[in-house]
């Protein structure tokens, strides 16, 4: 078993800030990206909408979540010992899996064969959407 990215929130604060160290990333990111697409001033003002930011930092955020891959048995060890509510991805007959605990004892995982990078992708994805985003929207 190994862990990938450095988020781990232990608190919905700390994701809060943890989210909030991202935003001025995400600005420059999106900045760069548009310089590198060669918008002028104008096009910049009309596309680079604040919602264009929020995506690049709940991307950001995400793509920095620490999570956990190891075999199904490993898995299956590590959720015996969880004492909270587990939403499991994918297929029960694949020998892998990566996983992510939230904040407030919820986790979410998801099975894979071959494929480490996309299941940790998608992973990530998945705990932002379903653990994270309600508590930075608004």
Known sequence: MHTVGTFSPSSVEDARAQYETVGPAAQTVVRE???AME???EEY???????VVET???ALFASL?????GSREEYEAWRESYDGEVTTLGHENVER???HAGPEGEAVAATFQNEEDAAVATLR???FGRLYREHFSG
């Open 97 to 99: 899996a990566v996983w």
């Open 56 to 58: 690049a930092r709940d």
């Open 39 to 41: 918008f002028d001033r």
């Open 33 to 35: 990206v548009a310089k």
């Open 125 to 127: 994805r998945q705990a």
């Open 45 to 51: 003002d009309d596309r680079v909408t604040g919602e």
């Open 65 to 69: 979540l620490e999570v956990r891959v």
